[in-house]
């Protein structure tokens, strides 16, 4: 089996070739393809962690659509003062289908 880790968005992913991955929102449309940096390669029992041979590696990902996240609900209460203060935050996500992993 043959998967990669992938920084995408401040975080690391663990993909494979057909996998779903939600990411932060990432410039392109629907259809359109972009490119993820790997930091680790596993093909079988090799694995790869050499950053010039990763430069080589290509993990390409179709953008399948874009999407809001689950609204969180952020509330601030001071004691005795008064000052309440309610806000409220959606994340702008991006969901990509990993397409190719070129070693």
């Known amino acids: 089996m043959v998967y ?8 690391q992913e663990k993909v494979s070739v057909g996998d779903l991955v939600t990411l932060d929102r990432v410039a392109g449309g629907a259809g359109s393809t972009i490119q993820l940096p790997a930091l680790l390669l596993v093909d079988g029992d090799k694995v790869t962690s050499d950053a010039g041979t990763l430069a080589n590696v290509k993990v390409t990902a179709e953008i399948v659509e874009d999407l809001r996240g689950p609204k969180i609900s952020i509330q601030k209460f001071k004691n005795k003062t008064g000052y309440k203060k309610r806000q409220g935050f959606r994340a702008e996500l991006t969901t990509v289908k990993v397409t190719g992993i070129d070693a």
């Open 4 to 11: 990669a880790i992938v920084r995408a968005g401040g975080r």
